[in-house]
């Protein structure tokens, strides 16, 4: 098993920038769907970000324009670059595999997640 692990969050002020990091030991995303979800307290998980296996992103309307998400294979990480940041912003960040069929990506183990905090 593959066990995803997400890093790069922090507490910014509105407006600011982050940029998140997942990686899991040898693995490459570039052959599986991906996605990185939020989570508030007190609310649902929502997807936030999503890529294919031929590159193509997708975005919630809350964060197009904002975010972008993107894959290293050289270095075998996933990114989501989070610009313009919002108080909405606010929540635990998670990298998963999504929409996939094949057992080397489903079979990827959800991480901690990273804590990105935005104050006003």
């Known amino acids: 098993q593959v066990q995803l692990v997400e890093s790069g969050g922090g507490s910014v002020q509105a407006g600011g920038s982050l940029k998140l990091s997942c990686e899991a030991s040898?693995?490459?995303?570039?052959?599986?769907?991906m996605a990185w979800h939020r989570q508030a307290p007190g609310k649902e998980r929502e997807l936030v970000a999503s890529?294919?296996?031929?590159?193509?992103?997708t975005y919630a309307p809350s964060v197009s324009g904002r975010f972008s998400m993107y894959h290293d294979d050289q270095n075998k990480k996933m990114y989501l670059q989070m610009n313009s940041l919002k108080t909405e912003d606010t929540g635990v960040y998670y990298c998963?595999?999504?929409?996939?069929?094949?057992?080397?990506?489903?079979?990827?183990?959800w991480g901690q997640g990273t804590q990105v905090t935005v104050s006003a």
């Open positions: 998963a595999e999504h929409l996939n069929w094949q057992s080397y990506c489903s079979s990827l183990g």
């Open positions: 040898g693995f490459i995303f570039s052959h599986c769907g």
């Open positions: 890529i294919a296996t031929d590159g193509a992103t």
